[in-house]
């Protein structure tokens, strides 16, 4: 089934229709589709009361299902109807192929904040610029505070929404200036990262798909494929070194309340090590580093991690003498670089893991 062409057809008959994304099989989301591309569909929403609830742009790929008829979908349309809602069919209109460039560049121009959805997370903010790769979001809480720049891979965003109920709240309690778009920004997160190189502003990077849990440091060393982050944990100290391809980098925060409390908490550390890095491959730099030094590493895979000391390299494996988290050697491990998401050097866990399996072996310690 071409669903571009089923929603051609459901657009121009003017039909109520619920659509159903994976994740989302049980209610859905009723409205009208207001244009359609090949990629894309831009609905104006109605709630269960029949009122207008805004405008969103949704990706066809996440679409499982949809249904145009049916007694719940035939009693919001009578609702929306008898509030005389149909006149405004039309006032919603992007002059955009890409749908979703065409809501940013709207709710720019109308000065109109944004829901952007990134799978289970939602964001809200004032769209501050926006290119092919990210868009970038001044966010706003229920309440109408500033919860600072946010900026989002645009492949991760599955739908973006604008002109609600509760958006329109939160812009009405936003008490400042709105914040200004200057263009299109930086075309890519390494355009934007490469400016703090070295510097001391702290970042909130969330990767490797999940959204819960992230990565809080400086940007010590970037290039186009690679990010080396001085990681900062909870209670503000420094946490050791991470390696990670930008490829798996979503969502990075510059500003949020969370950081500026990490930032108040930030201990210097006088133990802590410096990372010298001078070639291009991050990863061969960080594992040239780790044996230059003598330091075990901890090698990231999924939900997987592997503690040890590296006994040699190539470009396609790393020859690992393991311990476990209680510090038993698990033997030597040849795991192939191609399925490693992050390197890490120096951190707490992996002091500690390293110290307890010096005690048991006798192995050089750290």
Not at 7 to 23: A, D, P, R, S
Request: charged share 30%; proline share 2%; glycine share 6%.
């Amino acid at each position: 089934m071409d669903l571009h062409k089923e929603m051609l057809k459901v657009m121009e008959q003017k039909k109520f229709l619920t659509i159903y994304e994976n994740g989302n099989l049980e209610e859905g989301y009723t409205g009208l589709v207001l244009q359609t591309s090949d990629n894309e569909i831009l609905m104006k929403n109605i709630d269960f009361y029949g009122n207008e609830d805004g405008y969103c742009v949704r990706r066809i790929e996440n679409i499982v299902c949809y249904n145009t008829g049916g007694m719940d979908i035939y009693r919001k349309r009578q609702l929306w109807e008898e509030k005389k809602h149909s006149h405004v069919m039309e006032n919603f209109f992007v002059e955009e192929e890409n749908l979703m460039t065409g809501m940013l560049a709207y709710a720019i121009k109308n000065r109109e904040p944004v829901f952007a959805f990134c799978e289970e997370c939602v964001y809200a903010g004032w769209v501050c610029g926006y290119s092919d790769e990210i868009v970038i979001l001044n966010e706003l809480t229920p309440y109408g505070e500033d919860e600072g720049e946010l900026w989002l891979k645009r492949e991760y965003i599955d739908a973006l929404e604008t002109g609600s109920p509760d958006l329109q709240i939160r812009k009405k309690f936003w008490e400042k200036e709105v914040p200004k778009c200057d263009g299109r920004p930086e075309k890519s997160f390494y355009r934007k990262l490469k400016k703090y190189k070295g510097s001391l502003q702290l970042f909130e990077i969330y990767a490797d798909s999940d959204w819960e849990n992230c990565y809080v440091g400086t940007i010590e060393y970037v290039t186009k494929k690679e990010l080396a982050i001085k990681h900062i944990d909870s209670e503000g100290h420094y946490d050791g070194y991470v390696v990670l391809t930008l490829e798996a980098v979503m969502c990075i925060c510059q500003k949020s309340r969370y950081l500026s409390k990490i930032q108040k908490n930030n201990k210097c550390d006088t133990t802590q090590i410096k990372l010298e890095m001078d070639g291009e491959n991050l990863s061969d730099e960080v594992l040239r580093f780790a044996q230059r030094k003598s330091l075990p590493v901890f090698l990231e895979i999924g939900t997987q991690g592997y503690y040890g000391d590296i006994e040699q390299w190539t470009e396609e494996w790393i020859q690992l003498r393991a311990v476990d988290l209680l510090g038993n050697g698990k033997g030597t491990f040849w795991i192939l670089r191609e399925w490693i998401d992050r390197i890490w050097v120096d951190n707490q866990i992996l002091r500690e893991v390293w110290q307890m399996a010096c005690d048991k072996h006798d192995l050089v310690r750290i």
